[in-house]
């Protein structure tokens, strides 16, 4: 469900893009405006994740990089069925974690200093 959500917003924001464009620039700000707006939405489709991580500082951990962390993760992704994610480290004092991807098989883990 949350994917008709998703789809039903990115239409909508795109929808008024291009009415805004529309009232720039007419039938040219329109197909203008549209190709900004599909153009956006498979950027953030495919590179979000990585926005994310950069945003906070975020760094990809390499094998035997906090293994006790990876081996807990991998320990709970097996019992839900769910593949093994890459896991980034955030070297915050603020406790925090958080997930990313577009997809299981695309999935990020995120955790803080302060949460460790």
């Not at 299981?104 to 995120?110: D, E």
């Amino acid at each position: 469900m949350s994917g008709v959500r998703t789809v039903f917003l990115l239409v909508l924001l795109t929808m008024i893009l291009v009415w805004i464009g529309g009232l720039v620039g007419g039938k040219t700000g329109m197909l203008v405006a549209l190709a900004i707006g599909v153009g956006l939405n498979v950027f953030n489709y495919w590179f979000s994740s990585s926005i994310v991580l950069k945003m906070h500082g975020a760094k990809l951990l390499e094998p035997g990089e906090l293994q006790w962390l990876q081996d807990d993760i991998r320990e709970m992704t097996e019992k839900a069925g769910m593949p093994m994610p890459k896991v980034a480290y955030m070297a915050s004092s603020a406790p925090n974690a958080f997930a990313t991807g577009r997809s299981p098989k695309h999935a990020v883990v995120a955790i803080t200093q302060g949460a460790l």
